[in-house]
């Protein structure tokens, strides 16, 4: 295995140097890092073709975020694992036995839709305040360091015994064969990048929806004079959202990344 996947340092020349340049990682530096990604980057914008693949901002800055969280993670030995940070639901989102410290990129894939498909269960409402039964923070940080891992390294797949040389279309990796990584004629292997694209938009829409749900404040009832008068706009752009919303409020956190405006209000999904 050798670190340096050529395709992705180059994708990281586009973001902020400082980012994946410090010398020492802090936990301010990672929050602040994160806090830019989920609130200046967002996930419907314009993307363009960059190494085969059709990446925007958010991913870009993504990428190097996955980067700061892997050298955090490494560089100050945090203790923290998935079992933890996930709790009592770790045996409903992880499905392997492996330790975190050595999930393949496959199983760091599974955990995070495993968290899409459950996001809405796990948070309930407490003294008009929304908690969130796990450390979603924290658990989504492992899982950018996992990401940035991957996305820094390249590893040879031998060719199993009795294969000729020539054939090796025959007997590609099974993370190949599921998308995952790509294969050079070296048989090198380096992740996807529009598979990484897919982990990041869902990593994106859950923490911006974990902050906006755990940061929410209850509204007081307000004095029936000071209400507002509803209009006949109001009712059509009330009937706007409603159907949006029925549109997508089966689709998992992150899994639509559109952005549209709607009677002058943003909209994303």
Not at 71 to 76: F, P, S
Not at 100 to 129: G, P, R, W
Not at 175 to 192: E, I, N, S, Y
Request: with cysteine; proline share 4%; aromatic share 8%.
């Amino acid at each position: 295995m050798s670190v340096g996947n050529g395709a992705s340092l180059q994708l990281l020349e586009a973001v902020p140097a400082s980012m994946c340049t410090e010398k020492t990682v802090t936990a301010g530096t990672l929050q602040t890092c994160l806090r830019t990604w989920l609130t200046d980057c967002e996930r419907g914008a314009k993307a363009e073709l960059v190494q085969d693949s059709m990446l925007n901002q958010m991913h870009l800055y993504g990428c190097a975020l996955c980067v700061v969280a892997s050298r955090y993670v490494r560089e100050q030995g945090v203790g923290t694992s998935l079992q933890s940070t996930l709790r009592a639901w770790h045996d409903k989102l992880v499905f392997t036995d492996k330790s975190s410290a050595v999930f393949e990129f496959e199983d760091v894939h599974a955990v995070i839709c495993a968290l899409q498909l459950q996001f809405a269960q796990m948070y309930e409402k407490k003294d008009n305040a929304f908690v969130c039964a796990v450390d979603m923070v924290s658990c989504c940080v492992l899982l950018l360091a996992q990401l940035g891992h991957w996305l820094q390294v390249r590893y040879k797949m031998p060719l199993p015994p009795n294969v000729k040389g020539d054939t090796p279309e025959l007997n590609m990796p099974d993370a190949a064969l599921k998308g995952f990584v790509d294969v050079d004629h070296d048989r090198f292997c380096t992740v996807r990048m529009d598979a990484l694209a897919f982990l990041l938009d869902a990593l994106h829409g859950m923490l911006s929806l974990h902050y906006m749900l755990t940061q929410a404040e209850f509204v007081r009832a307000l004095p029936v004079e000071d209400l507002v008068e509803v209009n006949g706009h109001h009712k059509e752009a009330s009937a706007e959202v409603f159907f949006s919303l029925s549109m997508t409020a089966d689709c998992m956190p992150g899994s639509v990344p559109v952005f549209t405006t709607c009677f002058g209000s943003p909209t994303f999904c």
